[in-house]
């Protein structure tokens, strides 16, 4: 026997009924897309490892130790799995030219992966939803992209998602503050841990972010960036806030809300939860007007932000807030084989015009290439019994019937399986498409 083949650890596959309420959600998401006026964008999963490392910046989580990175066997190109896709949307802006005309508002779903510790909520292939404005400056984008994530926790009828925002301000004065930072850490220097120690004057923000409980006091006073912010970075965030508030939406001000990528200024926000334990937070996202010059592009301003799929899904589940799954609107009993062209043909005809179908067919089982004779019997079908069983399972409103003496006078009998179970009522075949549509839900 060979070795049984399995997943890789930490990447899921999605399974049904699970992956209806993820075609579900996406569904919810194109909708609010649409409204907002975003189109997608699809890049490549596989970008080269020098994109992440410029976009993200050397001193960070992702970068140093979370990427899946690996040599092409035939180029020798490094590459890499798309740990987020920010960077890469904003290569394809730059090399196709595509904010020669103006600013534009895109969005993507997919796959990212990052070698972390799986756990709940964490996971190394995992999936963002996210959107980006790119191409445009003024705080009232930042609001309209925080209004179009509040107003989809209100469609999916999620509560208690808290916004915590923030402003990253400019570069002058984040130098003021790093260079407050490092001698307010120095001056602390046995309370840091490693990691903290060795950012300590490459990427000192960073260690805002940190996790280790013993230096969140530490932290909680560390000199605060939004003291440093000039007029214009601290008028931008103000005039977010007062959109925010006309629109009823709540936040608070976190001034250690720092983000794990080095691309952001100005505006920084997060919605959290504190539902999913220590991965609580579903959204993060920001501006980042310096990435796409610093990526080789012509300087223009942008912002966005990025959903975690999984964890939206697992808040949804434990609300009981996922959709219950719609069955088919006709399950097709099929006693016996023997007219089995005409019945696909009716099948067809209905699935043509909209109704959707689930057709009974017997399982196989048993090595591949020996299947029964074509003119199976009719007990190789099932019993009606069983197939009755299999419709009421289904879903299906209604059950036809697709019996020998019904077919051999070109008939079938429609049987209701919900609303006003039992009903029934005969229709000829020779004019599917009159009876079709009341089948239609
Ligand atoms: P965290 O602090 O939880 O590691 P992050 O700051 O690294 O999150 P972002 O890079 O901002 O996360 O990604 C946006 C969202 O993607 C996160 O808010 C989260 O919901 C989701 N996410 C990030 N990493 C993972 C992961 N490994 N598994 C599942 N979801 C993830
Ligand atoms: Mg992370």
Redesign the pocket.
Known sequence: MSQKLTAVK?MNDLLPPESHSWVWLEGVVRGIMNRYAYSNIRTPIVEPTALFVRGLGEVT??VEK?MYSFEDRLNHEQLTLR??ATAGVVRAVIEHNLLYEGGKRLYYMGP?F?H?R?QR????Q???I?AEALGFSLPEVDAELILMAHNLWNELGLKNIKLELNSLGEPAERSLHRAALIEYFESNIEVLDEDAKRRLHSNPLRIL?T?NPSMQELVEKAPKLMDFLGESSSAHLAKVCKILDLNGVTYSINSRLV???DYYNLTVF??VTDQLG????????GRYDYLISQMGGKPSPAVG????????LELLKDANLLPSIEGPDVFAVVPSSRDIEKVMQVIQKLRVKGVSVQMHSPSASGNPGSAKPIDADADSRGSMKSQFKRADASGAKFALIFGEDELSNGLVTIKTLRDGVGLQRVEALSNVDDWASSLKS
């Open positions: 930490g989580d992702i979370e740990p987020e990212m990052r972390e799986p909520g964490r996971y190394r995992f999936h963002q996210g972010d996790k983000r794990g990528m997060e919605f220590s991965q609580g937070t579903i959204c993060g996202g932000w990025a959903i975690g799929v999984e964890r939206v």
